[in-house]
């Protein structure tokens, strides 16, 4: 699979993902990626499609090749008082507000765009697997989130977040009913809240 790459010649491009909507802890977090044309990355790929070490040694060689970069978070509790969608766009306007390279334009993962981008967008279907800086995008949000979440773990170690990374696995379900929830976690989030009121 060949992934569209920006075209040279053109005005900077910013590819936007997240990663962590789905979790029961820890924050979401969005990424935004300004790749250089000149500068092609192998192996790109929809997170989720690479392993951990692929991950890890595409993030460092994005952080070096990109002509821009931004890394922004909606904590847990953000994502209670607002709602998971509404984290998930604020943490995306965050990400490209980071970016030192203002961008002309936005691919953004998924359906919908986040209101509020300080450019024009449009949204791309499993831009992931499409969009190579969405790609990037995508692998930049989850090797940061992975690396929040293996310190949350040092802080609540009953909860083995540096395994399942807060995702709703049998091992977290059994950890919040024998302990119940802490700080890290999504009160909002139907099985925390339950647990929440035992």
């Known amino acids: 699979m060949v992934l569209q790459w920006p075209e040279a010649g053109t005005g900077p491009v910013a590819g936007i993902d997240e990663a962590g909507r789905g979790p029961l802890a820890g924050p979401v977090v969005a990424a935004a990626v300004i790749l250089d044309p000149a500068r092609p990355i192998a192996g790109l790929n929809d997170s989720k499609k690479l392993t951990e070490a692929a991950r890890e040694r595409l993030a460092v060689e994005i952080r070096e090749k990109a002509l821009a970069w931004g890394i922004a978070e909606a904590s847990s509790s953000e994502i209670d008082r607002i709602n ?8 995306m306007r965050r990400a490209v507000e980071a970016l030192p390279i203002p961008p002309d ?8 765009i986040p209101p509020g981008l300080p450019c024009g967008a449009e949204a791309v279907v499993k831009g992931d697997g499409k969009i190579a800086a969405i790609a990037a995008a995508s692998i930049l949000a989850k090797t940061h989130r992975d690396a929040l979440m293996r310190a949350l773990a040092l802080r609540f170690p009953r909860y083995g977040f540096e395994r399942h990374m807060g995702y709703p696995t049998p091992a977290h379900f059994a950890a919040l009913a024998e302990h119940g929830p802490c700080s890290a976690h999504r009160f909002s989030f139907a099985p925390v809240a339950q647990r929440s009121l035992l």
């Open 84 to 91: 998971i969608l509404q984290a998930t766009f604020l943490a």
């Open 105 to 112: 334009h936005a691919q953004v993962d998924g359906n919908r």
